[in-house]
C-alpha cells in the first residue's frame, strides 16, 4: 500500500509540514485542527454509513471525531461547517471504506511528534488539547500493526487491493485538495 500511495501522501505530507511551521499561537492551531476536524469528520461518517465491523471490529475506536472534538472543546471553539463545501472520495463500499482508514490511520503515526512541536509552538501541555495528535498514546504503533494486519487478512485479490489503493489515493489527494481550498480563501 505504501508504495502504491506514496506521491499523493507525499503531497499531502508537505502541505501539512508546512501548515504546522506557519502556526505560532493557539488560533494558528486551532485554525489548523479545524482543517482535520472538517475533513475527517466527513470522511468518517461515510465509513460509518458503509463499514462491516466483522473486519474492522475495533473501528468504533479507531475513530478520529472524539479527540478532535476534545481539542476543539479544550481550545473553546466549535466546528462550524466549512461554507466551502468539502469535496470527499467515494466511499461507499467496504473496500472503500478501508482505503480511507488506511489514511486516517496513518495520520497516528507521525502525531505525536507533531503534538510535540505544537506544544512548543503554543505552550499546550502534550495532553491538553493534542488528544488528535497524541493517537492511541503508547499503543499507537500496536494499533497500527493491528490494522495493518486486519487489512492483509481482508484483501484477497488484486481487484480488491487496487480498490482499497484508489480509495486511500483519492482520501489523500481530497484532503490536500481541502487544505488547498482553505488556504486560498
Not at 42 to 56: G, P, R, T
Not at 74 to 96: C, G, M, S, V
Request: proline share 4%.
Amino acid at each position: 500500500m505504501r508504495i502504491h500511495t506514496k506521491i499523493n501522501h507525499q503531497k499531502l505530507e508537505k502541505k501539512i509540514i508546512a501548515a504546522i511551521k506557519g502556526i505560532d499561537n493557539i488560533q494558528g492551531y486551532t485554525d489548523f485542527l479545524t482543517l482535520f476536524a472538517a475533513y475527517f469528520g466527513a470522511v468518517e461518517k461515510l465509513v460509518d454509513e458503509s463499514i462491516n465491523l466483522s473486519c474492522i471490529p475495533d473501528y468504533l475506536q479507531r475513530r478520529k471525531v472524539a479527540a478532535l472534538t476534545a481539542d476543539m472543546n479544550f481550545l473553546n471553539t466549535q466546528l462550524i461547517p466549512p461554507a466551502t463545501p468539502i469535496i470527499l472520495p467515494d466511499i461507499e463500499n467496504n473496500l472503500q471504506c478501508l482505503g480511507a482508514m488506511y489514511v486516517m490511520e496513518g495520520s497516528t503515526l507521525g502525531g505525536a511528534t507533531i503534538a510535540r512541536l505544537i506544544a512548543s509552538k503554543t505552550n499546550l501541555l502534550t495532553e491538553d488539547g493534542l488528544a488528535f495528535f497524541n493517537g492511541y498514546g503508547a499503543d499507537t504503533m500496536p494499533m497500527w500493526q493491528t490494522f495493518k494486519n486486519q487489512l492483509d487478512s481482508i484483501l484477497l485479490s488484486p481487484e480488491d487491493e487496487y480498490v482499497v489503493i484508489h480509495s486511500a489515493n483519492e482520501t489523500f489527494a481530497r484532503f490536500s485538495d481541502w487544505i488547498d481550498l482553505c488556504n486560498s480563501n
